[in-house]
C-alpha cells in the first residue's frame, strides 16, 4: 500500500516555473515506477511524465517534453515534477500515481497501470 500526497501547485503567470511534489508513504517506494497525470476542466485525464523504479528511463508526453523535467529522490520518497516555460494550457489538476510494475515493458502512459492515486494539486497558469 502506498499513500500520495502532491504539493507545490499555485498560480503562475505564463513562462513562470513550478515544481511540483509528491511524497509517498511506505517502505518500498523505490519499487515503484511513477507518474503525473492532469485533468484539466471538462477533459480526461492525460499523461505528463514518468519515471521507472530505476529511474533510469523518462517518459513525457509530447505537449511538456523540453519545458517539463520529473525526478525522484528515493532516500525522500519523493517525485518531483520541475515544470518550465509554463503555458495557459498547462492549467490542470495534477496528480500522481504509483505503479508496481517492474518492467519495461508497459505503456506508462496508460493510466491503468497505477494502482495508487494522490488527491492532486490545482495547477493555474495565467496569460
Known amino acids: 500500500q502506498v499513500q500520495l500526497q502532491e504539493s507545490g501547485g499555485g498560480l503562475v503567470q505564463a513562462g513562470g516555473s513550478l515544481r511540483l511534489s509528491c511524497a509517498a508513504s511506505g517502505r518500498t517506494f523505490s519499487s515503484y515506477t511513477m507518474g503525473w497525470f492532469r485533468q484539466a476542466a471538462g477533459n480526461e485525464r492525460e499523461f505528463v511524465a514518468a519515471?521507472?523504479?530505476?529511474?533510469?528511463?523518462?517518459y513525457y508526453a509530447g505537449s511538456v517534453k523540453g519545458r517539463f523535467t520529473i525526478s525522484r529522490d528515493d532516500a525522500k520518497n519523493s517525485v518531483y515534477l520541475q515544470m518550465n516555460s509554463l503555458k495557459p494550457e498547462d492549467t490542470a489538476f495534477y496528480l500522481c500515481a504509483a505503479s508496481s510494475t517492474t518492467s519495461y515493458g508497459p505503456n506508462y502512459a496508460n493510466s491503468g497501470i497505477y494502482s495508487f492515486w494522490g488527491r492532486g494539486t490545482q495547477v493555474t497558469v495565467s496569460s
Open positions: 519515471i521507472t523504479w530505476r529511474g533510469d528511463r523518462l
